[in-house]
């Protein structure tokens, strides 16, 4: 089974979104189960919205989250997708000791920037497979160059010696507009310049976690 983990040590920087959105792709190659890890419920919202009947959805916390990985995987489960809380390195730790890949969705701003200091920290000491996401970034301009915050952005992740995926996503309406509608943006608008972002994304995070053995 993989595990996805979807951390960060700083709220607002949009892990639900995409859980929500790699869930929904992840089951299109395989039984998917996805967690709901942060108290705050934001998956779990969506979920509650959603008519399909897959992905499956769970909700786990410090006490459960090994039982549910390990029930998920005897039931046969190849892809599993955590949303993780943030403000709790020990829970953190926990999943990110277990996943095949943990992505850290990053805003190209100062305080989420300042923040993926700590949580490549904690990577490294584990050992743990990590991919940073530029993530809610303003749209590529019409010459399919990033904006210069993102670049900076880029460059200072770089220089952190924290693994950053190619391209981003975009802060783009159609992507809320599809979780408020119980949906991801791939279902909602297949041919949007949004669900093509995220699906590259997905394709890259995937591709990652069948390089790593598993973690479990």
């Known amino acids: ?16 979104t995409l859980a929500a959105h790699f869930g929904a792709l992840a089951q299109l190659a395989g039984p998917t189960l996805l967690i709901d890890a942060d108290p705050q419920g934001s998956l779990s919202f969506w979920y509650k919205r959603r008519e399909a009947e897959t992905p499956l959805l ?19 489960i190849e892809w599993a997708v955590i949303d993780s809380p943030p403000h ?86 159609s992507l809320s507009h599809a979780l408020i509608s119980g949906q991801s943006v791939s279902e909602y608008d297949p041919d949007s310049r949004a669900a093509a972002e995220i699906g590259v994304m997905w394709l890259a995070v995937s591709s990652l976690a069948r390089e790593f053995p598993r973690r479990t």
């Open 1 to 16: 089974m993989h595990v996805i983990l979807v951390a960060t040590q700083k709220g607002g920087s949009g892990k639900s």
């Open 88 to 173: 709790n390195a020990a829970l953190t730790a926990s999943m990110m000791s277990r996943a095949t890949v943990t992505v850290v969705p990053v805003r190209p701003g100062p305080f989420d920037l300042d923040a993926v200091a700590a949580t490549l920290a904690m990577a490294r000491s584990l050992k743990a497979p990590i991919a940073c996401i530029i993530n809610a970034a303003p749209p590529i301009t019409r010459g399919e160059t990033e904006t210069t915050i993102v670049a900076e952005a880029r460059a200072i992740l770089v220089g952190m010696g924290a693994p950053v995926l190619p391209d981003q996503v975009s802060q783009r309406a």
């Open 58 to 76: 769970a909700k786990a916390d410090g006490n459960t989250i090994a039982a549910t990985l390990d029930a998920a995987e005897a039931d046969g």
